[in-house]
């Protein structure tokens, strides 16, 4: 059998590209899901820059629970803080006024709140990179939001600071699993698991995110017993990407799935579906990032 010529191959994987830029409207939200849990999941780049759109996701798409991830606030802004609870959201946030920053925001009381300091593990506590709360409810859920470091490049001591990160965050799922509730962590994971999660391995040689360290790192929080909702739902090579560089990348979908729902097993089997939102990704000043949410079948 001959094998494809190079010609071949960059016809195919325009088709690719083709067919995933075709799907974004299927993959959108376009309304509130209320025979489901939702939970989303966003990096907003700034929750000041982006607090419209955060506005416009919370009543387009009304998630029961709402995490962010890079608010880049010490302190959540008032207006932000006003806006969500003004929708009924409880909130929860943690920031040190740098790139970092992450909140929960639920419709339903958030009890028995983590913050980063509360954490023994010094890579969990040394920045606003991770928050967990209780959602309350007659089947309690644990949430966390974690906003896992970027690593910069293999060998820097931000890259080794990410693997520890990782492997603390995994151990203290564990004991959160332990703890008998419902649990998920989502949030901007910064590790792309495979190579059907970039748009070509060839453009990440030598880089982070795609290191058969980092990879290891995030089967092992998987391996505490949680389940990646969206590959459970579309399949480990859907190619559903969540973020792109700013400029040529989202409109060509050069992009990576890096924001990652998962889910203890139990609940991963109510899962219905997930969603990427690119009408606020396709929006004016977006984030890098979509928002992702997954809906689970009530009751929950």
Aim: overall charge negative.
């Amino acid at each position: 059998m001959t094998a494809p010529s190079n010609a071949d191959r960059q016809a195919a994987r325009l088709e690719r590209r083709l067919r995933a830029l075709a799907a974004r409207p299927e993959q959108t939200p376009t309304g509130p899901a209320p025979d489901a849990f939702r939970v989303a999941t966003w990096n907003v780049n700034s929750v000041r820059s982006r607090l419209e759109g955060v506005e416009r996701l919370l009543d387009r798409t009304l998630p029961d629970v709402l995490c962010l991830q890079e608010t880049r606030a010490k302190e959540l802004p008032e207006g932000a803080r006003r806006a969500l609870e003004q929708r009924g959201y409880h909130v929860a946030h943690a920031g040190d006024g740098g790139h970092n920053g992450v909140a929960i925001a639920a419709r339903r009381a958030l009890d028995a709140v983590e913050l980063p300091e509360d954490f023994a593990a010094e890579p969990l506590a040394r920045e606003a990179r991770l928050i967990a709360a209780t959602v309350a409810g007659d089947v309690p859920i644990r949430v966390a939001s974690v906003y896992v470091p970027h690593g910069r490049t293999p060998g820097h001591w931000h890259y080794e600071y990410k693997l520890e990160f990782l492997r603390e965050l995994a151990l203290q799922a564990r004991r959160w699993l332990q703890g008998g509730e419902h649990l998920v962590i989502a949030g901007d994971l910064n590790v792309a698991a495979t190579d059907s999660d970039v748009f070509h391995p060839d453009a990440f040689v030598g880089l982070t995110h795609v290191t058969p360290a980092e990879r290891g790192a995030f089967a092992e929080l998987l391996g505490t017993g949680l389940v990646d909702v969206d590959v459970a739902r579309w399949g480990p090579q859907a190619r559903r990407f969540t973020w792109w560089n700013h400029g040529i990348g989202y409109p060509r979908n050069l992009g990576m799935r890096i924001d990652v729902i998962a889910a203890d097993a139990a609940l991963s089997q109510r899962l219905t579906t997930t969603w990427i939102d690119h009408e606020e990704r396709g929006a004016d000043r977006p984030s890098d990032h979509a928002a992702l949410l997954a809906d689970f079948a009530l009751p929950v």
